[in-house]
């Protein structure tokens, strides 16, 4: 056996795991950590500005593709209170990552030391394991359980907490006996699934919900698979988006009360049975649950257990991972086809895809100043099929997920559920570290850019190239089209008139020197005409220089876009499209 320290041990653990990417800040605490990732060498870090920068930067990075599980490193105290709202938004949203926080002393946990806190504590709430290591020959078998954790059931995050003594003493470690843990899944059986099947080709109108665990899955192709062998259109939740291609024939559009398609709720609203793989019910988009399950039968099929029948009882529930769910359906599918017993779905489809062609929102404004609907068509234009967007909440990600569109899975990266503001940008870095050959977009809106603007630097500082649209309307438009019904406007406006930047025109923060100081490129763009050229312009400077290139795009300050209480009661604040003209980017159309 070879005599090392905890943290050596903890690093080379990283390394045969396969977590090699990470994202934080030394400190005192965590130092002997550090000395460890650098005598290791394998350990790629990346120096964040801000510790939620940086756990929102290892988010990303493990959204960015499968199986990967980034690092946040950050010392005692305020590093690991920091930290837990990147621990909220991967927790709700099933993401794996690791947090790694140094402690006070052992003997000094009860003594009120310098910044130390019961961050143990405080993060369980939002992970599958907070761990504070009391004793140094733990450490093996806390990083062990972890991944183990991480990877098993419903994905998440831990956070292990290594106080300095226990990481500064010694013990006995062979790295080469170490093994990863069995990662345990559950999967349904032939029975189940047969079940299940036999319920969808019983109905007539039979839609799939694709929730976001068949891309942790790592199931997209399998998804498409079972739809077109049932020829089933399919219906992704803002999680599953991409799972099955925008552009293809069973892609049914989005169902909700705000990321959705106008064609995606009246399709669910004609359905008579739905299966949904790996989603929750999440309310933004069943909306009302009367509304969403009446007149039509449920299968949930979901690999945690207890998230079967949390938001309604379905009438078959089956606990099981979603790529063995799909696999276990593909194969009674075959048989069924090969003997000639599934039902016939090509009228369905039909009127499926005749409501995709005809219920689309207008995108084409020629407005000054400019208004959103004309960013999304134009980034449809400038943005090919292998672009990866980030987004996290507000106006410009609702209105991005009505009208944008996406062509794969992992190619739409959202904090969906938590959807802090801020993430954005710290979070399309760590999608850049994991994704360093493909085109990368985020897209904010001011405030969402302003709340952690400072991670622009890191993306100058490492290289780490992408273009960034800011929608800027100097305000807080979705608390202040919430607060209609209040019939008010309160503390909303983010506009003031700018001493240093007067060309700012009363929008306040002058993003394009603000990124400029940063490190990065800026464009700013008022006309809608200069949308194109703007974009081919952040395209050249990303590739000349290799650093993020901001697009702010200076939008009329109210705009109310689509959203309602029920699917079936959507308001549509703005022109719905009557000629191919109103919507010339939308992926299919029979308007004339």
């Given at each position: 056996?070879t005599k090392?320290?905890t943290?050596?041990?903890?690093?080379?653990?990283?390394?045969?795991?396969?977590?090699?990417?990470?994202?934080?800040?030394?400190?005192a605490?965590?130092?002997?950590?550090?000395?460890a990732?650098?005598?290791?060498?394998?350990?790629?870090?990346?120096?964040?500005?801000?510790?939620?920068?940086?756990?929102?930067?290892?988010?990303?990075?493990?959204?960015?593709?499968?199986?990967?599980?980034?690092?946040?490193?950050?010392?005692?105290?305020?590093?690991?209170?920091?930290?837990?709202?990147?621990?909220?938004?991967?927790?709700a949203?099933?993401?794996?990552?690791?947090?790694?926080t140094?402690?006070?002393?052992?003997?000094?946990?009860?003594k009120?030391d310098?910044?130390?806190v019961?961050?143990?504590?405080?993060?369980?709430?939002?992970?599958k394991?907070?761990?504070?290591?009391?004793?140094?020959?733990?450490?093996?078998?806390?990083?062990?359980?972890?991944?183990?954790?991480?990877?098993?059931?419903?994905?998440?995050?831990?956070?292990?907490?290594?106080?300095?003594?226990?990481?500064?003493?010694?013990?006995?470690?062979d790295i080469?006996?170490?093994?990863p843990?069995?990662?345990?899944?559950?999967?349904a059986?032939?029975?189940?699934l047969e079940?299940a099947?036999?319920?969808?080709?019983?109905a007539?109108?039979?839609?799939?919900?694709?929730?976001?665990?068949?891309?942790?899955?790592?199931?997209?192709?399998?998804?498409?698979?079972?739809?077109?062998?049932?020829?089933?259109?399919?219906i992704?939740?803002?999680?599953?988006?991409?799972?099955?291609?925008?552009?293809?024939?069973?892609?049914?559009?989005?169902?909700?009360?705000?990321?959705?398609h106008?064609?995606?709720?009246?399709?669910?609203?004609?359905?008579?049975?739905v299966?949904?793989?790996?989603?929750?019910?999440?309310?933004?988009?069943?909306?009302g649950?009367?509304?969403?399950?009446?007149?039509?039968?449920?299968v949930?099929?979901?690999?945690?257990?207890?998230?079967?029948?949390?938001?309604?009882?379905?009438d078959?529930?089956?606990?099981?991972?979603?790529?063995?769910?799909?696999?276990?359906?593909?194969?009674?599918?075959?048989e069924?086809?090969?003997?000639?017993?599934?039902?016939?779905?090509?009228?369905?489809?039909?009127?499926?895809?005749?409501?995709?062609?005809?219920?689309?929102?207008?995108?084409?404004?020629?407005n000054i100043?400019?208004?959103?609907?004309?960013?999304?068509?134009?980034?449809?234009?400038?943005?090919?099929?292998?672009?990866?967007?980030?987004?996290?909440?507000?106006?410009s990600?609702?209105?991005g997920a009505?009208?944008?569109?996406?062509?794969?899975p992992?190619?739409?990266?959202?904090?969906?559920?938590?959807?802090?503001?801020?993430?954005?940008?710290?979070?399309?870095?760590?999608?850049?570290?994991?994704?360093?050959?493909?085109?990368?977009?985020?897209?904010?809106?001011?405030y969402d850019?302003?709340?952690?603007?400072?991670?622009?630097?890191?993306?100058?500082?490492?290289n780490?190239?992408?273009?960034?649209?800011?929608?800027?309307?100097?305000?807080?438009?979705?608390?202040?089209?919430?607060?209609?019904?209040?019939?008010?406007?309160?503390?909303?406006?983010?506009?003031?008139?700018?001493?240093n930047?007067?060309?700012?025109?009363?929008?306040?923060?002058?993003?394009?020197?603000?990124?400029e100081?940063?490190?990065?490129?800026?464009?700013?763009?008022?006309?809608?005409?200069d949308?194109?050229?703007?974009?081919?312009?952040?395209?050249?400077?990303?590739?000349?220089?290799?650093v993020?290139?901001?697009?702010?795009?200076?939008?009329?300050?109210?705009?109310?876009?689509?959203?309602?209480?029920?699917i079936?009661?959507?308001?549509?604040?703005?022109?719905?499209?009557?000629?191919?003209?109103?919507?010339?980017?939308?992926?299919?159309?029979?308007?004339?």
């Amino acid at each position: 056996m070879t005599k090392m320290r905890t943290v050596d041990a903890a690093v080379a653990i990283l390394a045969k795991e396969g977590a090699t990417e990470a994202f934080g800040l030394p400190g005192a605490a965590i130092n002997p950590f550090y000395s460890a990732m650098r005598e290791h060498g394998g350990i790629r870090h990346t120096l964040a500005r801000h510790v939620e920068g940086a756990s929102h930067m290892a988010d990303g990075y493990s959204r960015a593709k499968d199986g990967n599980i980034g690092i946040c490193v950050g010392t005692s105290g305020p590093a690991g209170t920091d930290m837990i709202t990147g621990l909220y938004a991967a927790w709700a949203d099933s993401i794996p990552m690791l947090c790694i926080t140094g402690q006070a002393p052992v003997a000094k946990l009860h003594k009120e030391d310098f910044q130390a806190v019961d961050i143990e504590t405080i993060a369980k709430p939002v992970t599958k394991m907070a761990m504070t290591v009391l004793e140094p020959g733990q450490v093996p078998g806390a990083f062990q359980k972890a991944f183990q954790l991480m990877r098993s059931g419903r994905p998440g995050p831990v956070l292990l907490d290594l106080p300095i003594d226990v990481q500064m003493a010694e013990i006995e470690f062979d790295i080469d006996t170490y093994e990863p843990l069995h990662v345990e899944k559950p999967r349904a059986s032939r029975k189940q699934l047969e079940k299940a099947l036999d319920m969808l080709t019983a109905a007539t109108h039979p839609l799939i919900v694709a929730g976001g665990g068949i891309i942790n899955a790592g199931a997209s192709a399998q998804l498409v698979e079972l739809a077109e062998l049932l020829n089933v259109p399919v219906i992704p939740t803002l999680m599953g988006w991409g799972a099955i291609a925008d552009d293809h024939p069973l892609m049914a559009g989005m169902v909700g009360l705000q990321t959705s398609h106008r064609y995606g709720n009246e399709t669910m609203l004609a359905a008579d049975f739905v299966i949904g793989i790996g989603n929750r019910w999440a309310n933004r988009h069943t909306g009302g649950l009367d509304t969403y399950t009446a007149g039509r039968t449920f299968v949930h099929i979901d690999i945690e257990p207890t998230q079967i029948g949390r938001v309604f009882s379905p009438d078959l529930g089956i606990a099981s991972d979603a790529g063995a769910a799909l696999e276990g359906l593909i194969e009674l599918a075959r048989e069924r086809k090969t003997a000639d017993t599934l039902p016939d779905y090509t009228g369905w489809v039909a009127e499926c895809t005749e409501r995709k062609g005809s219920l689309q929102r207008k995108t084409h404004f020629e407005n000054i100043p400019i208004k959103p609907q004309r960013v999304y068509e134009e980034m449809n234009r400038s943005f090919g099929k292998d672009t990866t967007y980030v987004s996290t909440i507000g106006l410009s990600q609702i209105a991005g997920a009505q009208m944008l569109h996406v062509f794969g899975p992992r190619k739409w990266i959202n904090a969906g559920q938590a959807g802090p503001l801020g993430w954005t940008g710290p979070a399309a870095l760590g999608v850049v570290r994991g994704k360093p050959d493909e085109t990368v977009v985020a897209l904010s809106g001011d405030y969402d850019f302003q709340f952690m603007i400072e991670e622009l630097a890191v993306g100058a500082q490492f290289n780490l190239p992408y273009i960034h649209v800011v929608v800027n309307n100097s305000y807080l438009g979705l608390i202040r089209q919430s607060q209609r019904g209040f019939k008010m406007e309160q503390n909303v406006s983010l506009a003031f008139e700018n001493i240093n930047s007067p060309e700012t025109n009363g929008y306040g923060v002058d993003h394009v020197k603000v990124a400029e100081g940063l490190g990065c490129k800026a464009i700013r763009v008022q006309n809608p005409d200069d949308l194109p050229a703007a974009f081919g312009k952040a395209k050249a400077l990303m590739g000349e220089f290799n650093v993020p290139v901001v697009v702010e795009v200076i939008l009329e300050k109210i705009t109310n876009i689509s959203m309602g209480t029920e699917i079936n009661a959507v308001n549509e604040f703005e022109d719905l499209a009557e000629t191919r003209e109103d919507a010339p980017t939308a992926i299919l159309s029979s308007l004339a």
